[in-house]
């Protein structure tokens, strides 16, 4: 490099500063990348179906208090006619969230207690209800009803249980990718002010050498 003219030396180090700060940009645009897309995943595929799983277990909730609803009722057909709007419109909510909560169970036990609640909801829990709303419309004795209601119970009971511990199972996964998340947040911090320490060391090394070989032919112009 001593060889070479002032002007070359002056664009060969600014040269090499640029090339540095672009790596430092080009690395941190990466890894902001790689880091947004985690956060993406991990919201679209735990935060968002846990509101489904949510939304399941309000569905639930809500048959079993309008059914109970429908039982306080007996004999009265307009009052009975109500609750069972509300069962119907609960049951609804409950496999339209269920249809979309579905494909985002990944965990073996998870989807085994899902298929399990699942089966008790469509081969017992559910056809128990729509017996009982049908004997309060026609005003079938509240003892009688009440003793559906307890044979159904066990299912319903079944049902909130695996939904709750499959919600469970997926927070769980959920604050796994937020720690995944953290620790690649970290690692972008450390590549960067790597990069950066690197970047600084080297614009000063260039600085000094590029400084002193323009100054040494000044100095000896000036001497003589």
Known sequence: MK???VSVKLLVGFGVAVLLTVTVGV???VEVGRLAKNFDYAVDNHGKPL???GGMLEGINGIKAE????????GNAAMVAGQEGAVNNYCESFEKDAKE????IVMPEAKALFGEAMDAYE???KPAIFKIIEGAKKGMPIPEL????ATAKPAGDLISHNLKKTMTLKADLLDKASEDAASLYNFALCVIAAVL??????????GVYISKQISRPLNAAVGM
């Open 3 to 5: 060889n070479l003219k």
């Open 27 to 29: 690395v941190g645009i």
């Open 51 to 53: 509101m489904e799983g």
């Open 67 to 74: 059914t109970r609803g429908a039982i306080v009722f007996s």
């Open 101 to 104: 909560y579905a494909p985002f």
């Open 123 to 125: 081969k017992t829990y």
């Open 146 to 149: 009440i003793t559906l209601l």
């Open 197 to 206: 320490i690197v970047s600084v060391g080297v614009s000063v090394f260039l």
